[in-house]
């Protein structure tokens, strides 16, 4: 059986970044990072199985989360700030080179990375958001919103709309969810479903609306979805945002200006091995049908592609799925 993941603290001058690790540490190094609003806990069924075949595995609480560090300034959560997290982790690590898993807001973290520093990785999979060269922002995710579903006079901004509202009103949105973190967190961790295909995502109306939860200012008290979540997480969850709240989480989505002139500074072209797992029943981050990834498969010059069945929260929805396709994928792609 492989030990439970470890826990460390990587400190610099200028961050600190908790991580959980597993595996030999002169294994081939693996990072898997997290995006909004989840920890490195997420990644356990990753890092152990992965631990189990030989590899040296590394989760870390990302910028603003858990035991991480959390500054009180929007600009702090650009991405190049992310990635320079990154490089300082991996250095530590002492590692030349990894290959870099990333979901949600991890993914243009790790797309970046790839871009930005190519001697550091082996090879980038995205979950869920995928590479777009000219960076992950609403200016170039709205004019790929899919109008029979969205159309344009009632819902300008499709499935985005959610990403102004942080800009208009980030403290609105930060209250929404410090309100209650217990309902917040079972609000956002749910499964996908095929009967939500064809529908309006929920961030659809979020300014229309007047806020998060149809603009109650707090999320219902749902019951706990333990196919995504469970009991003992749950709790491990709200304790870590009871303490950290959710500035440092929501500031990730008010850099898009920051994080396309980053994105401008590197070449467009990924040549290294690249994965990029679909989940079929997320309709914010809706790959399978739309537009949405056509910026990647020109630009990823060695993509692999896999759809799996299952809601935004893949790697917890279906961990088996998961690895399955990210070990096939690591043996044919990425040498060690």
């Not at 870590?240 to 467009?268: C, H, I, K, L």
């Amino acid at each position: 059986m492989t030990p439970a993941p470890a826990e460390h603290v990587v400190e610099t001058a200028r961050h600190r970044t908790f991580y959980l690790e597993s595996g030999p540490p002169d294994g081939p190094l693996i990072v898997f990072v997290h995006g909004w609003p989840a920890l490195a806990i997420s990644w356990r069924p990753q890092l152990e199985h992965f631990a189990a075949l030989g590899y040296y595995c590394v989760a870390p609480d990302m910028r603003g989360y858990g035991g991480s560090s959390a500054p009180r300034t929007r600009e702090a959560y650009a991405l190049e700030q992310i990635v320079g997290d990154m490089v300082e982790l991996q250095r530590a690590l002492g590692a030349e080179s990894a290959v870099w898993i990333g979901h949600d807001w991890g993914a243009p973290a790790v797309w970046e990375l790839a871009r930005h520093h190519p001697d550091r990785c082996r090879g980038v999979a995205g979950m869920c958001v995928p590479y777009t060269a000219d960076g992950f922002g609403p200016a170039n995710l709205i004019p790929l919103v899919d109008r029979t579903i969205y159309p344009a006079d009632e819902y300008p901004a499709g499935q985005w709309d959610y990403m102004l509202f942080y800009q208009h009103e980030f403290e609105r949105a930060q209250a929404a969810f410090e309100a209650d973190v217990r309902a917040t967190i079972k609000a956002i961790f749910r499964s996908g479903s095929a009967k939500q295909l064809g529908r309006p995502a929920r961030t659809a109306t979020i300014t229309r609306d007047g806020g998060w939860y149809g603009g109650m200012g707090r999320a219902p008290d749902l019951p706990l979805d333990t196919a995504v979540l469970s009991a003992d997480d749950l709790e491990r969850y709200v304790a870590a945002f009871e303490r950290t709240g959710f500035f440092g989480p929501d500031a990730w989505y008010v850099n898009s200006e920051r994080n396309m002139q980053y994105a401008a500074a590197a070449e467009r072209v990924l040549s290294l091995p690249a994965l990029f797992l679909h989940a079929r029943y997320d309709t914010i981050c809706e790959t399978v049908e739309s537009r949405l990834p056509d910026a990647m498969r020109r630009d990823c010059m060695n993509l692999t592609e896999h759809v799996l069945d299952t809601g935004h929260w893949i790697a917890q929805e279906r961990p088996a799925e998961v690895n399955a396709a990210l070990e096939t994928w690591l043996r044919r792609c990425v040498s060690p």
